[in-house]
């Protein structure tokens, strides 16, 4: 049996400034160490003061999530000697005897009904960021510190362990982000933002801790990963001990780091520089009243409104760019299910082959629009437009002027055809005869023309034309 949880770490970049000091939250493109001050920096003597923005933010995270919320909020010093905390602890929260967390329980649904629940939410710092210069954690010949990031709001988000396999925890972790994206606390997208740590367990061994994962796909494959490895060392009767190990993503293999802190290690107790923080009602339901449409309701109206299966609303609001996308453009383009099944079919899986997020895309409604309608016209085949996708999402290019530049428009010409077709038939003597008894061979010839036409043949016009050729009724 195997036991998933995850501890989420979550940048609030909705924030103007960090979590204790005035310093600006955006340190994207500073140099290294100029965006730091001496309370970010953990000097002697510099007292914090707490963003109340930050406790607004956990706030919502914890109604979306369905949590039970804290009357205050209770900051705690973690003691760790680690050169990425520059004082030797870090203020986070602590859900044992004096403190609190400033949210407990709650939970997600994943698509097949499966209830993920939270444990709790923290708020919390972030440490300086470790730099690697000459490779990975492992092969680099020295490291290098920027405490930029030191002292930035985070919320780590913890979960029980229940999910048992690692695609349950990727299809957790692409929820939470939607989720955090409609709230529009946190970019995602920027480098760091959304972090997990993630804790497995096989029967027959000790809980091991992967550090510090980037993206909810590379969760899945350190995951499996490291499932495979400890029920390889289990059936040869090695130990599996608690320990934290690191993901290496360019071997993509889990390395060692240390043994595995217990509670006791870190020392907490409430922080002297920090009053308790109180949390009314009042403040709690003036947020409520704030909140977004949220994914699981968006996806229901998305179904109602457009007519688009469930699941193809909840591919597209797992990504709120992608959601937002749709919408824009369906406010010109009616055939909602063959926009949805553009968006995901074709444009959202070559984004993921190119391991981009649709954020980071420079097509909007108006090519979306212009693309969808070449198609209908017929001035473009399928197979061209995916071919064209590539500059639309890089560029920003009208489809239009991609097919005028290379001559890409579709040929309907019949007779034109007909020459290619005789040909084709001609190459593949045996192929034409098993077409006369199977359709499936049909469409082999019909990629042979679009292939000697570069693509450009009618495909439908095309197998018409096999069919009449071939006397097939």
Not at 18 to 31: A, E, I, Q
Not at 84 to 110: C, E, T
Not at 292 to 309: M, N
Request: hydrophobic residues 35%; proline residues 6%.
């Amino acid at each position: 049996m195997v036991k998933i949880g995850l501890e989420v770490h979550v940048h609030l970049t909705s924030l103007k400034t960090k979590l204790f000091c005035s310093c600006p939250s955006d340190y994207t493109g500073k140099d290294p160490n100029t965006n730091v001050c001496p309370i970010c920096l953990g000097l002697p003597g510099a007292i914090p003061v707490l963003n109340e923005n930050a406790v607004k933010a956990a706030i919502m995270v914890a109604l979306a999530i369905n949590a039970e919320i804290a009357n205050s909020l209770i900051m705690v010093r973690k003691h760790y000697f680690y050169p990425d905390m520059a004082k030797n602890y870090q203020i986070s929260q602590y859900d044992g005897p004096g403190s609190i967390a400033i949210s407990k329980g709650g939970y997600l649904k994943l698509r097949e009904g499966k209830t993920v629940r939270i444990r709790r939410i923290n708020i919390e710092e972030d440490p300086a960021k470790i730099i690697y210069p000459t490779g990975s954690m492992l092969t680099s010949k020295y490291t290098l510190l920027d405490y930029n990031r030191s002292g930035m709001g985070l919320l780590e988000i913890v979960t029980e362990p229940d999910m048992t396999e690692p695609k349950e925890a990727r299809e957790f972790l692409e929820k939470l982000r939607s989720i955090l994206e409609h709230l529009g606390i946190c970019n995602c997208d920027l480098e760091g933002a959304m972090r997990a740590d993630a804790n497995v367990s096989v029967e027959g061994g000790e809980r091991v801790e992967i550090k510090n994962i980037g993206s909810p796909r590379e969760v899945e494959e350190a995951l499996k990963y490291e499932i495979a490895r400890q029920k390889a060392a289990i059936a040869q009767g090695l130990p599996v001990k608690r320990e934290t190990r690191h993901w290496d993503s360019e071997r993509k293999v889990t390395v060692p780091i240390r043994t595995k802190e217990t509670e006791e290690d870190y020392r907490y107790f409430p922080d002297p520089d920090l009053p308790p923080y109180p949390i009314t009602q009042d403040l709690i339901e003036e947020i409520r009243k704030t909140l977004p449409e949220l994914p699981d309701l968006r996806i229901k109206r998305l179904v109602t409104q457009y007519g688009i299966t469930d699941y193809d609303a909840t591919v597209l609001v797992m990504d709120k760019a992608l959601a937002d996308l749709f919408e824009e453009t369906a406010k010109h383009y009616n055939n909602y299910k063959k926009l949805a099944n553009l968006l995901i079919n074709d444009y959202l899986r070559w984004l993921n082959d190119k391991n981009l997020r649709p954020s980071q895309s420079r097509a909007g409604s108006q090519q979306l629009v212009e693309l969808l309608k070449l198609l209908d016209d017929g001035v473009i085949t399928i197979k061209i437009a995916k071919e064209i996708l590539p500059e639309i999402v890089l560029e920003g290019k009208m489809p239009s002027s991609i097919i005028k530049e290379r001559g890409l428009v579709a040929i309907k010409d019949e007779d034109y055809l007909i020459n290619v077709i005789k040909e084709v038939i001609n190459e593949e003597p045996d192929a034409a005869e098993k077409a006369k008894n199977d359709p499936k061979v049909i469409n082999y010839l019909v990629g042979k023309v679009m292939k000697k036409t570069g693509k450009r043949a009618d495909p439908q016009l095309t197998n018409e034309l096999i069919k009449k050729i071939l006397g097939i009724k």
